[in-house]
């Protein structure tokens, strides 16, 4: 039989098996797990229908809740990942069962997978080999560096942490966490939820410039991003807290939170004054560092007063500063030119 012919022989035979879905049909269900067809089809590795991430897709977008735990339960895998889709109504690119529920914004959908095994952590993964890409055989689950990591001065990591740190922050291997997806769909009843069941953020802000402090809250962010100052750029908690409460006393900053608090909106804030009227230096590293710090504190100092209430940075620029201190991570680590004018050793 010529490819052609079995592609059109498969598709026939899905198609009938997701009507089956649709009609409830159980008897049918269950049949369509016995591998008794040929899968040597380009870009189909699964033996069965109900092992299908695309199946498992399908009744999550239907909102076929039982369903979609009848396929689970005949051991469909939750963790299944599907490089590249195209159905009638849209196209899947690099994704899982469960980011898919949480992009649609099925709570329902994301409670039954996450109770059937579902990774909470499950990232996008993406590996920049065309035959990989092609074949959709290989999945590199991504670790992300740690801190401590970020922090060990260069000289001191191995060429291994040094490779890994170059392809992770250039995007060759990239991940967005599910709760993170939530977050950018503004699906707060979503985040609520992956939080509760322990989820972790992490932030990917650009193709090529991955912020590399995972946060839950804007508070933990802030932390760290403090930390980062401090120990990395070199600035020390003295001069930190000083600048801190120059910020807050500027006219303009008070303004500022006075209208965000009035619209319940937030921060946008390094568009607002200008970088010369924090630093009198020329430096351009200089400006761009205190520049990010001026963020920080802004959107530190609203969340204490105007955002207290809530646990989470309500769809707050922060990917943004994120990509300030990208930024600076790269420029203070590799430049020694830019080491040098920002007085750093």
């Given at each position: 039989?010529?490819?052609?012919?079995?592609v059109?022989?498969?598709?026939r035979?899905?198609?009938?098996?997701?009507q089956?879905?649709?009609?409830?049909?159980?008897?049918?269900?269950?049949?369509?797990?016995?591998?008794?067809r040929?899968?040597?089809?380009?870009?189909e590795?699964?033996?069965?229908?109900?092992?299908?991430?695309k199946?498992?897709?399908?009744?999550?977008?239907n909102?076929?809740y039982?369903?979609?735990?009848f396929?689970?339960?005949?051991?469909?895998?939750p963790?299944?990942?599907?490089?590249?889709?195209?159905s009638?109504?849209?196209c899947?690119?690099?994704?899982?069962?469960?980011?898919?529920?949480?992009?649609?914004?099925?709570?329902?959908?994301?409670?039954?997978?996450?109770?059937?095994?579902?990774?909470?952590n499950?990232?996008?993964?993406?590996?920049?080999?065309?035959?990989?890409?092609?074949f959709?055989k290989?999945?590199?689950?991504?670790?992300?560096p740690?801190?401590?990591?970020?922090?060990?001065?260069r000289?001191?990591?191995?060429?291994?942490?040094?490779?890994?740190?170059?392809?992770?922050?250039?995007?060759?291997?990239?991940?967005?966490?599910p709760?993170?997806?939530?977050?950018?769909?503004?699906?707060?009843?979503?985040?609520?939820?992956?939080?509760?069941?322990?989820?972790?953020?992490?932030?990917n802000i650009r193709p090529?410039?991955i912020?590399?402090?995972?946060?839950?809250?804007?508070?933990?962010?802030l932390?760290?991003?403090?930390?980062?100052?401090?120990?990395?750029?070199?600035?020390?908690?003295?001069?930190?807290?000083?600048?801190?409460?120059?910020?807050?006393?500027?006219?303009?900053?008070?303004?500022?939170l006075?209208g965000?608090e009035?619209?319940?909106?937030?921060p946008?804030?390094?568009?607002?004054?200008?970088?010369?009227?924090l630093?009198?230096?020329n430096?351009?590293?200089?400006?761009f560092?205190?520049?990010?710090?001026?963020?920080?504190?802004?959107?530190e100092?609203w969340?204490e007063?105007i955002?207290?209430k809530?646990?989470?940075a309500?769809?707050?620029?922060?990917d943004?500063?994120?990509?300030l201190?990208c930024?600076?991570?790269k420029?203070?680590?590799y430049?020694?030119?830019t080491?040098?004018?920002?007085?750093?050793?």
């Open positions: 039989m010529r490819r052609e012919e079995v059109a022989q498969w598709q035979e899905y198609d009938s098996f997701l089956d879905c649709m009609n409830r049909d159980w008897a049918k269900i269950a049949r369509a797990d016995e591998p008794n040929d899968w040597a089809i380009m870009f590795v699964d033996r069965s229908f109900i092992n299908n991430a199946s498992l897709l399908f009744t999550i977008e909102r076929l039982d369903v979609l735990q396929l689970l339960d005949k051991g469909a895998d963790n299944s990942s599907l490089r590249r889709y195209n009638d109504r849209r899947y690119e690099s994704t899982t069962p469960l980011i898919e529920a949480v992009k649609i914004g099925n709570l329902e959908s994301v409670k039954i997978l996450l109770d059937n095994g579902a990774d909470i499950f990232c996008v993964e993406r590996n920049l080999s065309d035959r990989d890409v092609y959709n290989t999945r590199i689950r991504v670790k992300e740690s801190d401590d990591l970020y922090i060990k001065p000289e001191k990591r191995t060429d291994d942490e040094k490779m890994y740190i170059w392809k992770y922050s250039t995007g060759e291997l990239a991940n967005m966490s709760i993170q997806i939530a977050y950018n769909y503004r699906h707060d009843n979503i985040v609520d939820y992956l939080l509760s069941r322990g989820a972790t953020m992490k932030v090529s410039g912020f590399p402090f995972p946060f839950t809250t804007l508070g933990e962010m932390r760290r991003c403090k930390l980062y100052f401090i120990k990395e750029v070199g600035l020390c908690e003295e001069r930190y807290y000083a600048l801190r409460t120059q910020v807050r006393e500027f006219e303009s900053t008070k303004e500022l006075k965000y009035v619209r319940n909106a937030v946008y804030p390094f568009r607002i004054v200008s970088t010369a009227v630093l009198l230096d430096s351009l590293e200089f400006k560092q205190y520049m990010a710090l001026y963020s920080l504190f802004i959107l100092y969340n007063i955002n207290s809530t646990h989470i309500a769809y707050a620029k922060v943004d500063i994120g990509y201190i930024w600076l991570v420029e203070t680590e430049s020694k030119s080491r040098q004018s920002l007085g750093l050793k």
